[in-house]
């Protein structure tokens, strides 16, 4: 069984430019999430999709960031325009129903010069 | 909402030692507690977790230890091996669908 899937696995862009992160959930997994963690702290919450619907975005940091989920398969997340503090890895997790047991993708990380 | 702390940010033991991490949360409603295990440049891993009606979980060399009245939680790893070296996270919720509070993560070395 394929994992989650995340790409690109690194992106180092300037300021204000933008980047679009993927994410490709275990195929079934109706629920998809996206989390970061900046440097050395804790895993944050960004926000949970069920299906094509934004379920939970409370975690989202402000408008430059926007989520989609088109089709509720796979996801993408952009910045635009990008920040020096949006500096961190950006994780996808999937889980099927109510399962509380999340998959992991490998993340991308960021890095804003 | 909820809080998680977790400590210590790094520890080093020697192989065969046991380790211990400790983590606190803050919102009695959070009632599943998992740990991840991420292996250096690979993605983070659920290695056990941990429901509020039980106070101990086993799994071989792998146990968590759950207290809900002091709102706290444990991760203890005997007989420490080389491959065991990781950054471990806790994490508490499972009352608000998959919405978990993660620590800031525990960087574990085992050394030969």
């Known amino acids: 069984e394929a994992g989650v899937t995340q790409f690109p696995s690194h992106s180092v862009i300037e300021k204000g430019q933008t980047v679009t992160l993927r994410c490709d959930p275990i195929?079934?997994?109706?629920?998809l999430y996206w989390y970061r963690r900046v440097m050395g702290k804790e895993i944050k919450f960004l926000l949970h999709?069920?299906?094509?619907?934004?379920?939970?975005e409370s975690g989202m940091p402000n408008n430059r960031f926007l989520a989609e989920r088109t089709g509720g398969t796979y996801s993408t997340l952009k910045v635009q325009p990008a920040e020096l503090e949006d500096s961190g890895v950006y994780f996808c997790a999937s889980s099927q129903g109510a399962d509380e047991k999340l998959f992991f993708g490998s993340g991308t990380q960021l890095s804003v010069l | 909402g909820e809080n998680v702390e977790q400590h210590p940010s790094t520890l080093s033991v020697q192989e065969g030692d046991s380790a211990v991490i400790k983590c606190t949360y803050s919102d009695s409603a959070s009632n599943y507690f998992p740990w991840y295990k991420q292996e250096l440049g690979k993605r983070p891993q659920l290695i056990i977790d941990?429901?509020?009606?039980?106070g101990e979980k086993k799994d071989q060399r792998i146990a968590v230890t759950l207290n809900k009245t002091a709102k706290h939680f444990s991760l203890h790893i005997t007989e420490t091996q080389p491959e065991d070296s990781a950054v471990y996270f806790c994490?508490?919720?499972?009352?608000?669908?998959?919405?978990?509070?993660f620590g800031s993560g525990t960087k574990l070395n085992v050394k030969p």
């Open positions: 999709f069920v299906k094509e619907s934004k379920q939970d």
């Open positions: 941990i429901r509020s009606n039980v």
């Open positions: 994490a508490a919720g499972g009352y608000n669908f998959n919405k978990f509070y």
């Open positions: 195929s079934g997994h109706d629920n």
